[in-house]
């Protein structure tokens, strides 16, 4: 059933709930997902970081993988939001790439528990939910690829294969959350700027 308070999905079926509790569930299964990883949690685990029954969590994600799902979805609307508003259209592509690329890789870095959870336990998702979630992965593929063709067809980039291209900018940036804070990057506009960097040689921008 649907909620009042909830985003829904493109079928208008609530996925997530804006209610103060729910979001308080979601945050600590991000917490419980990252630390042990979806298998080695139980929603007894994730209930006992908020001093509350499993029953209790019932009302608001009647399973984990509910819950996952509504982690997921949120994950990846936000970083479509995140990048959309990056995306400077009125400028050259390699403007826009910089800012979208540097909007891409700092959002992994800044939510990296969230983001080792939206882009790497997507296996748990039921068939269903995994087809809605993979639709918004491709979605936030769609913003970088535009650039770089944008880029490709007006001759400020040099670029072999887009897709191939597009596919390693969007690699690169999904991975900051896998080992971020790692070695001398403790800082996530540091990488920012690092991947922001690396994505312009990754086209060949000539400007």
Known sequence: MSRPDALPDTTGTAVVSNS???????????????????????????AARLGLSPAAMYPHYKSKEELLYAISYEGHRRCIEVLTEADQSDQSPTIRLRSVVGAFAGWHATHHARGRVVQYELTALSPEHYRT??????????????????GAEDGSFVVPDVEGVNLAINSLCVDVCRWFPSGGFTDPDAVAELYSELALRLVGARD
């Not at 639709?135 to 535009?146: A, E, N, P, Q």
Request: hydrophobic fraction near 45%; glycine fraction near 8%.
């Open 20 to 46: 103060k509790a729910a979001a308080r569930i979601r945050a600590a299964a991000v917490e419980a997902f990252a630390e042990n990883g979806y298998g080695g949690t139980t929603t007894r685990d994730i």
């Open 133 to 150: 979630v993979i639709g918004l992965r491709r979605d936030v593929s769609r913003i970088v690829k535009r650039i770089v063709r944008a």
